[in-house]
Nanobody
Framework: QVQLVESGGGLVQAGGSLRLSCAAS????????MGWFRQAPGKEREFVAG????????LYADSVKGRFTISRDNAKKTVYLQMNSLKPEDTAVYYC???????????????WGQGTQVTVSS
């Protein structure tokens, strides 16, 4: 099992930026696809972005394309989510997640962090 710890959430005005980080423990980080999900109040958890184990392939939800960038540093066992041009509708708890395989798939990730709150004020 891999432990994931998110950081970097907070309160920001619309149009601002935040960078989320997710530090992972365990030996399998460099062979695991990673991703970010979010859950807004009263809504289901949704996929935001994913990145392959090598970092060579990334996927984004349509709602964040062009504004968010996912990246990873396998040496530091850390995955990042750079969020620019934030909107009030981006307000949610953001979760880091990890798959047990190198590519992002539609199957639910096995490993989850505890979440970090992102609030965007208008």
């Amino acid at each position: 099992q891999v432990q994931l710890v998110e950081s970097g959430g907070g309160l920001v005005q619309a149009g601002g930026s935040l960078r989320l980080s997710c530090a992972a423990s365990g030996r399998t980080f460099s062979t695991s696809a990673m991703g970010w999900f979010r859950q807004a109040p009263g809504k289901e958890r949704e996929f935001v972005a994913g990145i392959s184990a090598s970092g060579g392939k990334t996927l984004y939800a349509d709602s964040v394309k062009g504004r968010f960038t996912i990246s990873r540093d396998n040496a530091k066992k850390t995955v990042y989510l750079q969020m620019n041009s934030l909107k009030p509708e981006d307000t949610a708890v953001y979760y880091c997640a990890g798959w047990t395989i190198p590519l992002v798939t539609t199957t639910p990730p096995r490993d989850w962090g505890q979440g970090t709150q992102v609030t965007v004020s208008s």
